[in-house]
């Protein structure tokens, strides 16, 4: 079993940018790992997806600004978020698979 924890949310600018961190209690060496994110009365949300040979695909509303990254001796992933808009708000969540575990969630406001 493989705990997983985000961190690195919170409140930014639009335009600012944030780097969110995803640490595994274990080894995610032969896992594929990826980022969803919420907002309030919406569905979750697809991001973007990184695979255990390093195969990276994001979602169209964040191609350019945003770019996932994993670290397998550190057991980390990241999520590197630049040029962040409102829309953008929402509890971000990692997800390794397979097999599938889910973290709890940051949460990332963008507002000025």
């Known amino acids: 079993q493989v705990h997983l924890v985000e961190s690195g949310g919170g409140l930014v600018q639009p335009g600012g940018s944030l780097r969110l961190s995803c640490a595994a209690s274990?080894?995610?060496?032969?896992?594929?790992m990826g980022w969803y994110r919420q907002a309030p009365g919406k569905e979750r949300e697809w991001v973007a997806a990184i695979t255990s040979i390093y195969t990276t695909t994001y979602a169209d509303s964040v191609k350019g600004r945003f770019t996932i990254s994993r670290d397998n001796a550190k057991n980390t992933m990241y999520l590197q978020m630049n040029s962040l808009k409102p829309e953008d708000t929402a509890i971000y969540y990692c997800q390794t698979i397979p097999p599938t575990y889910w973290g709890q969630g940051t949460q990332v406001t963008v507002s000025s």
């Open positions: 274990g080894s995610i060496f032969s896992m594929g």
